[in-house]
Structure formats: structure tokens, C-alpha cells
């Protein structure tokens, strides 16, 4: 018997996540969240600071791919890529626990982002940049972990969590973690994370290869209360996925198997962090948080050789003595850094400003070894940066924030030597109608220094200098409404709000096979619109994005253009121990790509729903079962591959089919 049959008549499967969309009226306090969920909070919902969804998931996509204005591209597990209307993350500020995600490409088939979200206690998404405080083209993420402290229940100084999780298609893994006090004002957290996955169907019922293999996940972090309004925390973590992987976990099956037939490369890949956080909470006066931190990706794989006996590197530029036809390939990134960020809160007369000030510096550098020899340029790029902004609250409905911020970087790498600073500025608006309907613009200057080259590429050594490049620059406007509004419609509370927004990049770099250049004028425009309904026990929200792109000199749109989605979200408290959620998910079909391979983007629609039982038998045990794509339905996400190769076929990056999954967690 089908075993996907046997777990559905089982468990009656619904989807594995659980969704909430809760307004400030609604929810006045977040602490009733269940502590092993994770909190997304993003600005493109923009109801209200306590608009938060909660989910548990095992991928990005499934925590973050609904959000109006963000997807999630890449099915394999090295290759999750977060895109904000069209950018990709290297032009995002992502951070994790305060420490910088590198923003240089690790190679061009795989992504830069090796995050659990298990562990992720919470995830606060930028839609767009329209606040000095972040530094990026497109927006930010910034992911924080859990704390020992925040697993504590009951008064208890000890605990720990077991889970387990059954996916049909096609992994098996759980967690161990342990938690408590050591002393009365200091916390640990000790957590392991393991997946075992193996070659997953897409809706086509086509099987997948090489994405067979393991992840492991360990963070420890420690944390003191040195006074009542300081702490100290130091944690370590560490990310490591290994297997037999595609020469391409980017391309589907098809374009892999016609150019590489099954061959696979043993391949592994870290990441390793370890962050020195402090706090400093004086109330209104001041709040501080810096972190000290190293962050190191690590790439090793050994390419060939191949069935074919054809080679897996161009000779051109290989150290010298070495074979074209296999060898092992290790490239390493490394990110050292301080960032620190505050807050204070000020009153003078009947005017108060909230100032949020602070700076970061931070040094990447790359290095490469074909069989361990130095491939190519060792490379290292410099950032520094200071910024302030004031909301100043005049009052009586209305809020103006200006921003300024300071931009240095210094760029020593393989296009040559190239130092820039840049001032840019922010100016937001926001006016309350009445106590229902705000009103809000921004308008904030963009600037972003010339990246690392393609750290893993085989053209690394041969790219062609290009001391005349210029740093991106240019501005992001927004304009739009929220209006939040109880007891209306039939409903405890309403939430309405619209984002328009016009994005301007100046001399938008792009790199080619040889070279890096500036193209020109990018300009992208769209909106996001949402709107939620909640009665009693029933949560609901209904988004819309749409986002379109142009380069002044082409006229061709952006590669990742995401276009059109919709998304639906529905979570109904059966009993106080009992959720379902019921998540859809449709996309429009785009056809505006770019020239050359790039293919029509297809409209696709997928559908996943949950339940969620706390039995009260069993008090610390949660069981969530469900089904993911229920229909089964065959599509790639708008910002994967999608291209077609004469003689190789489509590189489309099908997402996985129906998948049953059950979690079983329990608290001691």
C-alpha cells in the first residue's frame, strides 16, 4: 500500500504549519505565543507593530514564501535564496542574531544562507528599504534565535525538548535540545538539529537526484544577567550540510541529467557562528544592543570526474599542475564585525522623539584552493557606517522621521581597488486620520559598493579588471494607508492596508561570464495589499503583491521578477488545544523575462492545511500533522531557474509534490 496513503488514514493529515495574523487591537500581548513557534513580523503587512504570524516550519519558503513582496527561491537545501520584490539576498541587509550574512555570492548554483529555522525564535522582515537604518538595495531579514530563558515555563530552573519529524516525501529528523538556569540570573541552551533527506518527487511524479543527504545544526549559547537592565550572551553555532550533490542544485533534472548525466560531487557545506551579545535596557532613556560577531560559509566539494570524461573546470586559470578534470574545490567567506544599534526616547514640551542610533563595521574576505592551491584572487571588503533618525511625534496624529546615514566601503578584490563613501538620506511621514486610518509616505536615499566576484565560479581567475565601476546608488519611495478598524463587518476587528512603491537603482551592476558592469537606470514598481478578518476564534488574511521591473537601457525586466501572487491564510481554534490552518498560495503567469533562454513564467496555485493538538492527556506533548501541496501540483517558484539550453533542456527547479508530515514534539 501507498505509505502516503497509510499516513493520511492515520493521523486525517492537514499541513505542517500553523498561521496567526493578529492586529495591535487584537493581540496585546505576543508572550501568549508557544515558545517553540516563530514570530514573523513584515513590513509589508503594516497592521500594526503586534501583526505577527507564528509557524513552524522546516524551510524558508514555508516561513516566509506568503509574505506579500518576499519569495524564497531554490528547493535544494544549499540553495534557499530570499528575493524582496526582485532583489535577490545579496542586495539585502540579512543578519542572524545580529551578525552579518555575507552579501558576496558563494557560487552562482547555490545560495548564501544556511539557516534552521527550528531554531529561529523570530524573523523581521523589511520590505523594501525605507529607513536609514538599513543599508541595503531592497530591504532586510533580520533572524534572531531562541534563548534558554525563553523555554523556561512553570517556574522551572530545568528542561529539555524532544521532536521528531516524518516527511513522505522523503526525509526523517528531529532535535534534542536542553535548557535552564545555572544560576538565578544566568541561562544556557544547548540544541541539535538533524534531517536525513533523500531524493524527493516533484508533481510530475519525477524523482529528483542529488539532494540526498544529511543536516546538522548545534547551537549553545549562554547568557548572564549582569544587572537588572543588562545582559550578556555568547552562543555558538554551527551548520553543516553534507551529501552527493548535483554539479547544479540550482537546474532541475532535466537540464543536470542531459549535460552530467547522474553524476553527483561530494559535497559539504558550513557555516559557523559565534556572536558576543550585549544588552543595556535603561527604559525610555536608553536601549542598546551590540554584537560582536564571526561568521565563516565554508564550500567544499570534489568535482569530477565525470562520466562523460569531460572536464569540470576550464584550464584557464587553474593553478598551475593541477587536472581540469577533477579536483577538490574549497572556498571559504569570512565575516568579522560589530554592529550596534539604540534607542532613546525624549520629550520636549508637547512634542517627543524617538531617536534610533548607531553604526556597524564589518571585513569579508574570500579565499579559494583548487587542490589546495590559491584559485584565483584572494579578495576582502571593507564596510563602515553610522546612522541616526528621529521620529519626532508632534502630537496630534502626526510623526515625521528624517534619517541620515554615513556609508564607507573599501573594496580590494579581483576587479581591483576601489574605496567609496556615501551619504544618504530618509525622510518618512505618518498621519493618523482618526483613531482607525493612518496615512504614511517615505522617501530613502540607496547606496551599495561593488561585490566580491562569483566566489566559486570557474571564471574567478580570468575576469577582466574594471576599475571604472561605480557603487549602486538611488531611492526608494512608498506611499499608502492602514486602516484597522473593530467591531465592523461583523468582525472583532479589520485590518486594510496598501503600500505603493517606486524603487530606483543607478548603475545596477551585473556580472557576466567575463566581466562586471554597470547597466544603467533599474526601476521597479508595485504594491502590496492586504486585508484581515478576525472573529472569535477565526484568524484570516487575504495579501496581494505585484511588483514589475525595467532597465532603462534594455528594456528587459529583472531575471528574478516575481510578478503577481496572492496568498490566503485561515487559522480556526477548534478548542483551546486545537488549531487547524489552511495556507493557498496562487501566482500569476508573467511573460515579461528577459531575452535569450528565459522562459514564460507559469501561473501555478498550491494549498496546504494543519492541524495543531495539544492533547490535555499529555500535557507537555504536541503533535502537527498535514499535508503540503495537497494537490500535488507540478511548478517552480518565478525565482528559480526557469531557462532552456538547446541540446540539454528546461533548468526548471520543480518544487517538491505532495508531501504528508507529522511532528511530535514533547517538553520535559
Known sequence: MDKSRVLLSAITSFAIFSTHILADEAVKNVES????????????????????????????????????????????????????????????????????????????????????????????????TNSVVNGSLGGSVAFETKDGKDMLTDGKNYGARISTTYESNDSLGGSLSAYGKVFENADFLIYHNYLNKNNWKDGNGTETFGVDGEVNNTLIKFGVNLTDNQRLSLSYDTLKDEGDYAPRPDFGREYNEARTGLDTFPTEYTRETIILKHELDLDDKLFLTTSIYSNENELERYEGPLSSGSRVRPPAGLPAGTSSFEGMLIGKVKTEGINSKAQSFVETGSISHRFTYGGLYDKQTSKVTWEGKKYGDDEEAKSLAFYIEDAIDFNNGLIVTPGIRYNNYDFDGSYGKMDDSEVTYGLATEYSVNEDLTLFASATTLFKGVEMVDVLASNRAVVADNTNLKS????????????????????????????????????????????????????????????????????????????SSNFERTGEPLIEEPGDSISLGIDYKLTPRLDISWESLFVLKEDDVPSGAYQEKKAYDVHDIALKWRPESVKDLTVIAGVENIFDKAYSSHISENRYFAGYGYTTDYEPGRNFKITLAYKF
Open 472 to 547: 549602486e546608488t538611488g531611492i526608494n519611495k512608498e506611499i499608502g494607508f492602514k486602516y484597522i478598524k473593530n467591531n465592523i463587518l461583523g468582525a472583532d476587528t479589520i485590518g486594510v492596508s496598501f503600500t505603493y512603491f517606486n524603487t530606483t537603482i543607478d548603475d545596477y551592476i551585473f556580472q557576466d561570464s567575463s566581466a562586471m558592469s554597470n547597466m544603467g537606470e533599474l526601476d521597479i514598481k508595485g504594491f502590496e495589499a492586504n486585508f484581515a478578518y478576525n472573529k472569535g476564534n477565526l484568524n484570516s488574511l487575504l495579501t496581494y503583491a505585484h511588483s
Open 33 to 128: 505565543v508557544d515558545v517553540w513557534d516563530t514570530q514573523i513580523i513584515s513590513s509589508s503587512l503594516n497592521l500594526g507593530e503586534n501583526s505577527i504570524e507564528t509557524k513552524q516550519a522546516d524551510h524558508l519558503s514555508d516561513l516566509l514564501r506568503d509574505l506579500p513582496g518576499v519569495d524564497v527561491g531554490g528547493t535544494h537545501s544549499i540553495n534557499n535564496r530570499i528575493n524582496i520584490r526582485g532583489l535577490q539576498d545579496e542586495n539585502l541587509d540579512i543578519t542572524l542574531d545580529g551578525a552579518k550574512i555575507q552579501n558576496a555570492n558563494m557560487f552562482h548554483h547555490i545560495g548564501n544562507l544556511l539557516i534552521n529555522p527550528d531554531i529561529l525564535k523570530r524573523a523581521n522582515i523589511q520590505v523594501g
